[in-house]
């Protein structure tokens, strides 16, 4: 049996994102496709690289029968999602891709989004998608919040060393090299090709990205102390991949030894050998996550790079992962396609 | 039953793309890897992007037991291709992926490639590769030919306007915007990025380009008669892609339905509406060609577009749907991955 | 003495590519800048490349003092322009760099902008501002209208031709590969670079293109009989350059000849040796244009190629060319930087 | 008086950018250019983007008359620089560009570039090429050495701080985003577009860069005791620019009013106002540097960014900027060209 999906919002690329894995996933179908703006469109309209596929007409929320969806993927711009996902059926499983559910705590919402949760009762119920940490969590649940993009390329680096005590937590350093489609579809005149093309800048930094709200609860709970890291993305002249760079205070070989036994099992997470630097070309278009450690001049010093790809690992592929869980799937379904080089 | 893949010359573009489409077929599995340079590496490290994958280590072609073999891929420089091809067993099913045995006429190879042809026996029992054309011959074929990515292009967009004599043949042009996969993965001053980047020009200008072998030979088939167009491709700033628009004599309304009648059951080519234009962001990564026709200013002239990925659909897509119907095998097993965007 | 100049329409590209050419001229200097939304910002803010200049603020176009002003540049969005400049002083010295003044018939205007002329009395007045082929009338002009960027690429490269009666004027095809400066600095979904980057489509095809009506004027002026050529323009996932492939009818030799002969003293022009093709890698940033011509296989067949930047001297060099005419400098005064490569 | 000029190893990136840059000098002329593989070829055919120059022949350095030449720049490849100069006339004006003669102490060259020192009496009269730092001791020099285009960027970044004493010399983490053309010319795989573009990734992670000796022996200068930085650098799909931010441990509005002061009258050193970032699109083909400083979220932690471009300011600018000194001209002379952008 086939398990019908729905996609709230779906013209933008996280929406896209969801229907190309999905177009080769066996246990899933898409049923129905909402972009309230684009309702009554087809999809091949928006988006002419899903041409080939028979898709559903664009409809408005509201159009949907939900009591014929399984599975329900909200790909809404933030605070709209939390303005749409209470209107739901209660029953229905849904798995969040914006900002929106992944804070446990409404006051730190409130801090990094400048203004008041408005759905804080469903927020208790969200778990935090990040597949691998949350595994059981996500099995059993209904409603999963997906994490970001920076913070889950984070996450994937850090946690297994905050929660072995293997890494100083109050001088973690977060430099990031992000590609452009983690901005979304929206036109802002720093996304345009002319302005970025050759022209690469940081964003949101001295400690203003809202990414970091999700790192302070994580790695917060990972090191059972409160951690604060420090976190600069910068805009790259690229489309899809994020390469991190976490500059820690640990003992290298320590660092790789923890993470190679904490992924060993992972079907999506692989650790390079010690002193090997990963790539984006290497992921782009997966689910995979790669990660290396370099041991720095500086005794007990060292780097922890990961790189993955935005839109799947960091957001659509991670959705369809949690869903696959919530749905008694298994868990790789649909997500072992190989990365796209060159 | 799964069949088992050999593909020489595995350390290269066509290498690496063959073994992405074949992670996801369900009716194959990579038995063999050689790459006599690189014989004794581990696939991982020559392609990153493929570490996750359970593959065999690379080996010398002579290391290779065939029989326990059912297809090989050869995607090996030209001219390597014609010499090792002959000592490969008689009975074993192979794919070229070079330029070595497209010319049935040994003496448009020599023109074309500067020396003689080593393999004249083996040229004749070449099938023409590309599928959509030469379907039943295919099927029934022990060594199959593949074509050139920017032939492929050309003849998706001329071929069946050529059979139907709905074109003059005396006046075609063909420009074609190329990104540099194409290429290959040589080391080569005008492929760096720094070159490269910012940095467009034609390249073969002035009927020089070898696929124009290619093209003569195809489109005269087509006509009935003697066909020389005109060729002039343009090396982009980009990785993957062939842009194709072919400026034609011709009523373009009848253009477009010839093309729409002779595709409408072809899985892999989309025939867009009157006017519009193909896009290769809309194709990338997948096996897909999207077309579309134009009507100019000037009575009965036309212009034919034409997208494909030169890496898929120009090159390793193609090769395994021949190699498909060769072993029996649904034709679009294994190939219909939606393409990457953004 | 130095001449004053305003630019008008200041906070786009070409306004910042005439900031950035005057910045190094000795014979002009920044008098006043207007950009009316943005009026009252510092040009650093808006142009954070200029930072090191010291520039006026921006100003509305009523604030500016234009009696203290020798020369104006409005590089204001086409259609405001022929409502703006008719309110300026009728013995200003003014350079349009929009479409509104470049058609001499109003019909022919109104046929490829979609609605009458609002300033025809003003349109009589206004000289082509292609220097090389209006270098006298310029020269006495007060007001002067810049050519379009493609139009300029097409116009280098057939003009002589055409005068020569060199080429056949009923089957010339232009194919033009462009950057996406040409395109301003405004927020449209295909100038994203998600969009762009990996993927590249023509556009306006099917003789849609606004400077077809430039190149029927010119192309007809120069045959001396009624031209009509196609024109079809590719978007690049590049920022700078215009690359064009004018296919003709017309003895190779003869063509390249009649362009040394007629560019022989031209400073920005430069023909390249016969067969070879120019890139616009070779011309970025500067106000050169490069040619070449290549003889097809079919007798009688011929491609010319010109590359040249659309900012530059597609746009803002040429202004400030036909600026030094018009003041009494030296033409290339101020233009002889060289271009940036890598 | 203008002063004759000569350049060895004409046919790299740095070559090119050299004679792009004295092309626009008022005070300098190019009188002979070597190259001693490409002797023999006009410089337009090794760089086409230079065709409109009257430049002299490509020639061997032995056939160079020194005896008319007043400075000479040498752009050769790392210890082919320490093999040539010694043979130069002992009077002649020298700026290496090269990464021979930066290190003073030889153990420290032998350490970072594996062999000994090969003209070790002449290290001894180089003087750093850092014009801003050292710019008396150029002025009065026969023989200087230019910096690394990533040296000059965090040296621009931090120098000031570390003589000021306002960060801690134990913590200094630089991460640097490149553009490939400060790998130069060379046909090295990872160079290839192919691979780069929408590929990113570190290189030489872990203390393993040669610019690191610059940072020790300089900033140790500065800070007056041993300070051994983090560093590392990751390679963009970009051509040029370098993007760096240092985290530092230090009041950012102290460091920002110490970087302030510092540049108040240097010409090509902005610091842009507390909490504003640089990009790389501000300073692309320019001599100029952009710096900004961001306070962290932990106290006394900031980060500071800079901007260059690496062929200019990071490299032949830096060089006329020397050689302007060295030859009694302005500063500035040829040097105040505006970014390119977009």
Known sequence: ???????????GYTGAELVRIIASHPGMEVAALAADRKAGMAMRDVFPHLAHLDLPTLVTIDEIDFSAIDLCFCALPHVTSQQVI??????LKVVDLSADFRLRDPAAYEKWYGQPHQAVELQKEAVYGLTEFYREEIRGARFVAGTGCNAATGLFSLVPLFR????????????????VSGAGRSLKENLLHAELSEGWMP???GGKHRHLGE??????????REVRVQFTPTLLPANRGILSAAYVQGDAAALHAALVEAYQDEPFLHVLPMGQVPSTRSIRGSNMVHLGVAAERAKGRATVFAALDNLTKGS????????NLMLGLEETEGLMMAPLFP
């Not at 072995?164 to 992000?178: E, H, Q, R, T, Y």
């Open 1 to 11: 049996m086939t398990a019908k999906i729905a996609i709230l919002g779906a013209s």
């Open 86 to 91: 209470p209107g739901l059926p209660a029953d």
């Open 164 to 179: 072995a005590g293997l890494i100083d937590p109050d001088s973690v350093i977060l430099d990031m090299k992000v590609g």
């Open 203 to 205: 964003y949101a930094a």
């Open 215 to 224: 790192f302070d609860q994580e790695f917060s709970l990972a090191a059972g």
């Open 316 to 323: 659509s592929g991670q959705a369809v992962q949690n869903a």
